[in-house]
């Protein structure tokens, strides 16, 4: 049996586990992006058809939760802050910087697979501001030019 195969075995389990529960779609959806690592229209598709709701109610779900994505994501995920904090201290001239070095829009993974880059809301570490987190590592009083040197480790 094939990976892809396995992990629609492991779906289909999930969506066994929760039929006929009010709210499936939520924990049905969780399954699916910690399986395949995102949640991609054919995954989509394959909820819907299993549980009977439209594609619609599906992607609706998937795309108003902040915590599915609809791509993969990087290897390295970077998360800049723009929460009051950091936005003051410019985190904005921080991110443009990561966009520019690593030639990804916000919200996009570099073409090697290898960088997501997002923009977020309070990391909660607004005394370091402004901040970013990579992968969980939390780099903070950034200035624009110390993004290549810190991109450089990964």
Same mark, same amino acid.
């Given at each position: 049996?094939?990976?892809?195969? &396995?992990?629609? =075995?492991?779906? $289909?389990? #999930?969506?066994?586990? !929760?039929?006929?529960? $009010?709210? #499936?779609?939520? +924990?049905?959806?969780?399954?699916?992006?910690? *399986?395949?690592?995102?949640? +991609?229209?054919?995954? /989509?598709?394959? *909820?819907? =058809?299993?549980?009977g709701?439209?594609?619609? =109610?599906?992607?609706?779900?998937?795309?108003?939760?902040?915590?599915?994505?609809?791509? +993969? !994501?990087? &290897?390295?995920?970077?998360?800049?802050?723009?929460?009051? #904090?950091?936005?003051? @201290?410019g985190? /904005?001239?921080?991110?443009?910087?990561?966009?520019?070095?690593?030639?990804? +829009?916000?919200?996009?993974?570099?073409p090697?697979g @290898?960088?997501?880059?997002?923009a977020?809301?309070?990391?909660?570490?607004?005394?370091? #501001? %402004?901040?970013?987190?990579?992968?969980?590592?939390?780099?903070?009083?950034?200035? %624009? =030019?110390?993004? %290549?040197? *810190?991109?450089a @480790?990964?």
């Amino acid at each position: 049996m094939s990976q892809q195969n &396995e992990k629609y =075995e492991q779906l $289909k389990a #999930a969506i066994e586990e !929760h039929r006929g529960e $009010k709210g #499936a779609l939520m +924990p049905i959806l969780q399954k699916a992006q910690d *399986i395949f690592g995102y949640v +991609p229209k054919d995954v /989509q598709e394959f *909820i819907a =058809e299993s549980i009977g709701c439209t594609l619609s =109610e599906v992607y609706g779900v998937a795309t108003f939760y902040s915590q599915f994505t609809l791509e +993969p !994501h990087g &290897e390295y995920v970077i998360g800049v802050c723009l929460g009051t #904090a950091c936005y003051v @201290k410019g985190s /904005q001239k921080v991110l443009d910087k990561i966009s520019e070095e690593l030639k990804v +829009p916000v919200g996009k993974t570099t073409p090697d697979g @290898k960088f997501t880059l997002n923009a977020t809301r309070c990391l909660g570490a607004c005394g370091l #501001a %402004p901040v970013m987190m990579i992968n969980g590592e939390v780099y903070g009083r950034l200035v %624009p =030019e110390d993004i %290549p040197g *810190i991109l450089a @480790k990964y």
